[in-house]
């Protein structure tokens, strides 16, 4: 089993939305594919995937670095020792070859999404969805039916400012979505403090209810916000500040009684060490969102599970970023605590194929063999041209 050719194409995300420090309309996506040898059904097996949302596509990276090494590596050494596959922690190693440590940029997003396309590959050839190869290559014999799910949205809307935030909350909830997370910090305290208000009044608790600021704040901010969030009790308070600035989240951790949560724009294994070593996440209540298409893959997303629940964090209190359907799987699969979804938005790789979403605020995987990410409507046709 050998790979013959590895593709990449750049995919616009649809959608003019804002949180508190980026646009979307420009962004894009990286859809990449590995294509081998093994024929079924007189087509090849090819293994898809993509580099989550959020920091744009990558495929500069990948034809000039990351291809290449992967192509002129002898077939036998990215193999499993039962060659029932390819190992994706020997891919990953191969084309990080001659890679620096630490900087973990647009490169961890690029490799993301390749590593990634091995585990739909792989699971493709077992002919398994992939959530049952991740739970199998991780020993996790409990896999659950369904997991929670949560729709993140609440954008602020210029023109219709807070019926804007009331009917897109009010549109999740005919979706079946239950709890949800809004963004903080691209308005004055005071009139997100309406918008809050608006939105645990739709859910009908503020238990229901995350609040996301985009790592905008400084110190100061952060603590006017924890300070007068903390009555409300919510679900979560995210990204306070700026996600490397540990001393931050440490004094936020201790200014705020309710949970944080925090590590989508943590991208490696050691910058998790320094969350935990350093950012006064609490094991009793705190939340990690690290997400593996934006950070090396699920082989390195893994390594950062090792460190959290070696410092004594519990992995039901990881949600990864990402709301979309390979985190389904990552979650379902690695038995963590919950998805994110963005109904409706960042297409066509946000949100779930159909019968994915139970109605009632928990989301199931389709039963199609790897990341089922041929399913989505949106999706398919990239795909088809990616391997057209
Ligand atoms: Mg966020």
Avoid at 92 to 110: C, F, I, S, T
Avoid at 244 to 267: M, Q
Avoid at 318 to 330: C, D, F, Q, R, T
Wanted: hydrophobic content about 40%; charged content about 20%; glycine content about 12%.
């Amino acid at each position: 089993m050998k790979i013959v050719e590895l593709r990449e194409c750049t995919v616009p995300l649809q959608g003019n939305i804002s949180n508190a420090l980026v646009n979307f309309s420009s962004h894009s996506v990286s859809l990449i594919a590995v294509i081998t040898d093994v024929v079924r059904n007189g087509q090849p097996v090819s293994g898809i995937a993509f580099n989550s949302i959020g920091r744009f596509a990558q495929g500069g990276l990948l034809r000039e670095r990351f291809f290449p090494r992967l192509m002129a590596a002898p077939a036998e050494t990215l193999l499993k020792t039962d060659s029932s596959g390819f190992d994706p922690a020997k891919v990953l190693a191969l084309v990080m070859a001659n890679e620096k440590p630490g900087g973990h940029g647009d490169r961890a997003a690029a490799v993301g999404g390749l590593e990634l396309a091995f585990w739909d590959l792989n699971s493709k050839l077992a002919g398994e969805p992939a959530y049952r190869q991740i739970a199998a290559s991780y020993g996790n014999n409990t896999v659950g039916e369904t997991v929670p799910v949560y729709a993140a949205g609440g954008y602020y809307h210029p023109q219709k400012r807070l019926n804007g935030l009331v009917d897109e909350l009010k549109g999740y909830q005919d979706l079946g979505f239950q709890d949800f997370k809004i963004k903080i910090g691209g308005a004055s305290l005071s009139e997100d403090i309406k918008r809050l208000e608006a939105a645990i009044k739709i859910a009908g608790s503020s238990h229901r209810i995350a609040v996301d600021a985009n790592g905008r704040f400084d110190l100061e901010t952060a603590q006017n916000y924890a300070r007068e969030l903390a009555e409300y009790e919510l679900r979560w308070f995210e990204e306070p500040g700026d996600p490397l600035d540990f001393e931050l989240n440490r004094h936020i951790s201790k200014a705020y009684v309710g949970p944080i949560a925090t590590g989508e724009n943590l991208f490696s294994t050691v910058d998790t060490l320094n969350l935990v070593r350093y950012g006064g996440m609490r094991t009793d209540k705190d939340i990690f969102q690290m997400d593996p298409g934006l950070s090396y893959g699920l082989t390195e997303f893994a390594r950062m599970l090792g460190v959290i629940e070696t410092a004594g964090h519990s992995r039901s209190f990881v949600y990864p970023h990402g709301g979309h359907m390979i985190n389904l799987h990552v979650v379902l699969g690695l038995g963590l605590g919950g998805c994110e979804a963005y109904p409706g938005v960042f297409q066509p790789f946000g949100g779930y194929a159909s019968g994915c979403l139970d109605g009632q605020g928990r989301a199931r995987a389709i039963e199609a063999p790897g990341f089922g990410l041929e399913a989505k409507p949106g999706l398919k046709p990239w795909i088809d041209r990616l391997l057209a």
